[in-house]
């Protein structure tokens, strides 16, 4: 919504500057979107008279001219032939600018002195619709102009001094889709005066409204209201000087004086409007109805429109001649040889205007405004200033009376006003005057014996309580409104909990290591099951179906989360990125059974994804430092040789707290080659739950020790299958008190070790906290540990 600053200061006393009034209705709920000041390019462009013309001594087609700026008489050559000596011009003066940037300045024009530039209506940025009696080639005479005087700034004189300030108004609020909707905000924003056009409307009381014309609303729901007046003697021509101005700076182009008039009353009161001419309307009858299907219609516009049954139209006794709310037809519309007219104003469904301009692919400024819902008493009001218009510019003579069809008739909409609940709800302390003050700056008025609102038909969003605690707020100024902390029982800062705390050192970790993280979707096709080789009774199988999937290879939600990272992995490898890795955190979805009676289990994973010059020990690495980050120190990694997808030799199980916690390892052949992964891919999947619930985010710190360790190494031969982690538990176990540390240093196969047996080499760290070891006592504890490895694993010392 474009609204001029001169223009709504006929209707509101503004008494700060334009910056500053902008900053202050943004604040109350009117949005500015941009200021644009006319002519800002426009300077040193002056009215001037002609005083002299003689013909160019060295050109044909030049004129040599005196002209008078009031201050002084310059000499001006010039090209333009429509000039005449007497004649009122705009003069660019040496130095002047004009739009697009352009400057002038003194000059010789084939050896006469120039000292200036006459001006056209294209090079000032007007047009004959805003001067209709200017020439189309040539200079702008300025013919008929008021207040006109010598040296005058053009800008004044044409209306390029003005301010235009586009708001950006909510689909809630089309009632300040208008000048004077603008002008109630800023009454109440700047706390000033509104001041509303009189309206009067001169009749000939002679001739009635009703014998020229009828109207007949056939579908109620889709037309409320229906009110018309009849004007005739009309007299086609331009609009006021005064009129133009304000269109075109309101960005309309002026047309002629009965349809500027309805734009003028569109914009100034937000209400669309119409004009027919009567004597096109067959049996000088209005009827509003649906349209019949396929039945054609020429628009103003020159399209030809197929209507349907949807639509609403405004017909005569056999055909349409308007789509309702939208456009008007070309066989009714205004001609210079119109007499007589019919002014329509009317209120129509906001939904079915919206749906018809859709079909139609015609939106207009009029439908614009009826979609979003328009003020059923402002119908009157709206008809009766356009007939005033026409009556004071000399546009024609109206009729008696008005023809106001209305059978959607509805009750004021009142509220009740609880001032403690409103302060309750805001969180302030405004008084009852002051909210009384506030509602009624914006024409919502308060009946103090019954504490209820009344709520005018231009407020249509205004339903309950909570509206009018907003509209307080907003024109008390939020500003004014202290912050404070939300009020309740248990009202806390707002902090991560402690798993999202712990989700982020896991990717922090997960990134420190040199993986990138990844995203995908957890919708999947049920044959990735078949691909990574699942079993055919695998609980893996037993995945979610879903209702509406946008396609077989999204219809069930994921049950794992290895076939997503192979396809990750995959389209890295396939572009020949030679070694990457990835981690993603995201859920896979467990039903307990289906078809589903209730929400399934869903459990948060953390899967690796790794190619490329990397190997088994690599992926543990990262899961292991993931545990140390973490402080997770009850865990194992056990071989893992029942997993199809995987590699029967390099897979392994995680084991935390006694519970199997995710699996690692590398991807079986035929599955990689599936997918079009590399041969050596390894994959990893570890629960979140276990993590956080064994995660310690407290660290406890002890003094470093005051007495001395003593180190004792050990080498012992075994059987070649058993895992390191169980003999270093062993030893943990029955290392007593005074065991600090374990560390493998030697593995050994070979010559002097027999065949299916390997060589395990330990240096093992004894401390006391309270004092120095004696040598019995580390001789005890290891004593102790090479007795449980010989009974667990049959282990004996090497020599």
């Not at 119908?379 to 356009?386: E, F, H, P, S, Y």
């Not at 100024?477 to 050192?505: F, S, V």
């Not at 899967?607 to 088994?616: I, R």
Request: charged content about 30%; proline content about 4%.
């Amino acid at each position: 919504m474009n609204v001029p600053i001169k223009w709504l200061k006929e209707y509101v006393d503004i008494n700060v500057s334009v910056e500053e009034l902008c900053d202050a209705l943004t604040m109350s709920g009117s949005k500015v979107e941009n200021i644009e000041k006319q002519g800002e390019e426009i300077s040193k462009v002056v009215v001037g008279k002609i005083l002299s013309i003689e013909k160019h001594p060295d050109a044909d087609k030049l004129l040599v001219t005196k002209i008078d700026t009031g201050d002084e008489t310059i000499q001006v050559v010039t090209g333009a032939h429509n000039i005449s000596e007497g004649d009122y011009v705009p003069v660019a003066l040496h130095g002047s600018t004009l739009p697009g940037g352009i400057k002038i300045k003194k000059g010789k024009l084939r050896g006469v002195e120039s000292n200036g530039m006459l001006c056209s209506i294209q090079e000032l940025e007007l047009t004959k619709g805003d001067y209709p009696e200017a020439d189309e080639d040539g200079i702008f005479i300025l013919r008929n102009m008021e207040n006109l005087k010598l040296g005058q700034d053009i800008k004044e004189l044409v209306g390029l001094d003005d301010t235009v300030v586009e708001f950006e108004i909510t689909s809630n609020r089309p009632d300040c889709l208008s000048v004077l909707g603008i002008a109630r905000e800023t009454a109440a924003t700047l706390k000033t005066n509104l001041k509303k056009p009189v309206i009067n409307v001169k009749e000939e009381e002679n001739d009635k409204a009703y014998v020229y014309a009828q109207v007949e609303i056939r579908n109620p729901e889709l037309c409320s209201r229906y009110a018309a007046r009849v004007v005739k003697d009309v007299r086609i021509g331009p609009s006021p000087e005064w009129m133009r101005k304000r269109l075109r700076a309101a960005g309309v182009r002026p047309i002629n004086n009965i349809v500027d008039i309805t734009n003028y009353v569109m914009l100034e009161l937000g209400q669309p409007m119409h004009a027919f001419d009567l004597s096109y309307i067959k049996d000088s009858k209005i009827v509003v109805r649906r349209a019949e299907d396929g039945e054609v219609m020429k628009t103003l516009d020159g399209q030809e429109r197929k209507l349907d049954s949807s639509m609403l139209v405004i017909a005569d006794s056999e055909k349409p001649i308007a789509v309702a709310g939208v456009m008007g037809g070309e066989n009714s519309e205004v001609n210079p040889n119109t007499r007589i007219i019919l002014l329509e104003s009317a209120n129509f469904n906001g939904i079915s205007v919206r749906l018809a301009a859709k079909k139609l692919g015609m939106r207009t400024e009029a439908s614009a405004r009826f979609e979003k819902g328009l003020d059923v008493e402002n119908v009157i009001t709206a008809v009766n200033r356009a007939a005033q218009l026409i009556e004071e510019t000399g546009a024609g003579k109206v009729c008696w009376g008005i023809i106001d069809c209305f059978p959607g008739k509805k009750n004021k909409r009142v509220l009740k006003l609880r001032p403690e609940k409103i302060n309750a709800f805001l969180g302030t302390s405004i008084s009852l005057d002051t909210m009384i003050e506030i509602l009624e700056s914006v024409e919502i008025r308060v009946d103090k014996d019954t504490m209820t609102v009344i709520i005018p038909e231009f407020r249509q969003d205004l339903e309950r309580e909570a509206d009018l605690a907003e509209e307080i707020a907003r024109l008390y100024n939020y500003n004014n409104i202290e912050a404070t902390l939300l009020k309740g029982k248990a009202a806390t800062i707002g902090k991560k909990t402690t798993k999202q705390k712990i989700e982020d050192i896991i990717k922090n970790t997960m990134m420190s290591c040199g993986l990138s993280e990844i995203c995908t979707y957890s919708f999947t096709s049920p044959r990735v099951f078949d691909r990574i080789k699942a079993a055919s009774n695998s609980e893996l199988r037993k995945a979610i179906p879903i209702s509406n999937p946008l396609g077989e290879d999204y219809s069930i939600m994921r049950t794992t989360t290895v076939p997503e990272m192979l396809g990750v992995i995959s389209r890295n490898y396939s572009r020949r990125i030679e070694k990457a890795g990835f981690f993603e955190l995201a859920f896979v979805y467990l039903p307990e059974e289906l078809p589903l009676k209730k929400l399934p289990l869903e459990k948060e994973v953390l899967t690796l994804g790794m190619y490329g010059d990397t190997d088994f020990y690599d992926i543990k690495g990262i899961v292991e430092e993931l545990l140390y980050t973490l402080k997770i120190k009850d865990y194992k990694v056990v071989p893992e040789s029942g997993n199809d997808t995987f590699h029967p030799g390099r897979t392994a199980k995680i084991i935390i707290d006694g519970e199997p916690a995710g699996i690692i390892g590398e991807i079986h052949p035929d599955v990689s080659e599936e997918f079009g992964a590399p041969e050596r891919t390894y994959i990893g999947m570890i629960y979140v739950e276990p993590l956080i619930r064994k995660t310690v985010m407290e660290v406890q710190y002890k003094q470093l020790p005051k007495h001395p360790a003593v180190t004792r190494d050990i080498a012992i031969l075994l059987e070649e299958e058993i895992m390191a982690g169980d003999i270093e538990q062993v030893i943990k176990e029955n290392g007593g008190k005074i065991f600090e540390s374990i560390e493998l240093f030697d593995v050994y196969k070979g010559k002097q070790v027999p065949e299916g047996m390997k060589s395990m080499a330990y240096s093992i760290t004894f401390r006391a906290d309270d004092r120095t070891l004696t040598d019995d006592e580390v001789n005890k504890g290891m004593e102790k540990i090479v007795s449980a490895l010989s009974d667990k694993f049959n282990a004996k010392l090497r020599e």
